[in-house]
């Protein structure tokens, strides 16, 4: 039988063997970050033959998971939307929960594990972090299987230069919700709030892109504002 030829009873079948196959999976994680790459890139990624990668790439819009543009001969690709990045990030961290990497005692955190993106929010340790204090401070509350921004929330939100209100105009997508961190197994904050807080810290070159990479590297003056508006000391 053909990996897709799943019987239309179960969906989730079908979606869950387009992230079964290596390749695949290495190119959805390459898209994490919210970028547009080309199918040649991608193939050098997935360490596939352009062909392979085109095949792949097919199967990945057939199944609604990416989105193809085009300029001139080229196409570029990336994810379909927010929902499908967080479901790479759920299952990344179901798979370290079942098994989990091993790391050296006393090695090093690698970048990816300190800060990244995820798609288009803060990842890793400083964003588990960041919501903890956001918690503690009560600009956050933990509602069952989301967060909610309280009003004390709205005015720090405000005192950042962030309207909430503008956040909330968008009605694709929640206010702020949980994301599961594939590495660190905590939630991080995502949704229009999580994006707005990332291209804030952007904006205020707080952290800067490791070139070709989801790695996010902390500034000088990104350590500072972490430290003065969070508590968190990076190490």
């Not at 019987?7 to 992230?19: D, N, R, V």
């Not at 405000?158 to 594939?182: A, F, H, M, S, T």
């Not at 590297?217 to 972490?226: H, K, M, P, R, W």
Request: glycine content about 6%; charged content about 25%.
């Amino acid at each position: 039988m053909h990996e897709l030829e799943v019987s239309g009873k179960y969906p989730i079948a079908e979606t869950a063997a387009l992230f079964a196959e290596p390749a695949r999976a290495a190119i959805l994680v390459a898209l994490l970050d919210g970028r547009s790459l080309p199918a040649s890139e991608l193939a050098l990624i997935a360490n596939v033959s352009p062909q392979v990668a085109s095949m792949h790439l097919a199967k990945l819009l057939a199944g609604r998971l990416v989105v193809v543009t085009r300029f001139g001969r080229h196409r570029y690709y990336k994810l379909a939307d927010a929902q499908v990045a967080h479901a790479v990030e759920a299952m990344g961290a179901l798979s370290q929960t079942l098994r989990p990497t091993q790391t050296a005692p006393n090695s090093a955190i690698p970048p990816l594990r300190i800060a990244r993106s995820c798609y288009d929010h803060l990842a890793g340790k400083v964003a588990i972090q960041i919501c903890d204090s956001l918690l503690n401070r009560r600009i956050l509350l933990s509602v069952e299987d989301t967060f909610q921004l309280t009003r004390r929330g709205e005015r720090w939100l405000q005192d950042l230069g962030i309207d909430p209100e503008n956040l909330r105009r968008n009605r694709k997508r929640p206010l702020v919700r949980k994301c599961l961190d594939w590495t660190e197994r905590k939630f991080h904050i995502a949704g229009s709030l999580g994006a707005a807080l990332l291209d804030h810290f952007f904006a205020r070159k707080l952290v800067k892109r490791e070139h070709s990479s989801r790695v996010l590297i902390i500034t000088d003056a990104g350590s500072q504002f972490l430290k003065q508006e969070f508590g968190i000391e990076l190490e």
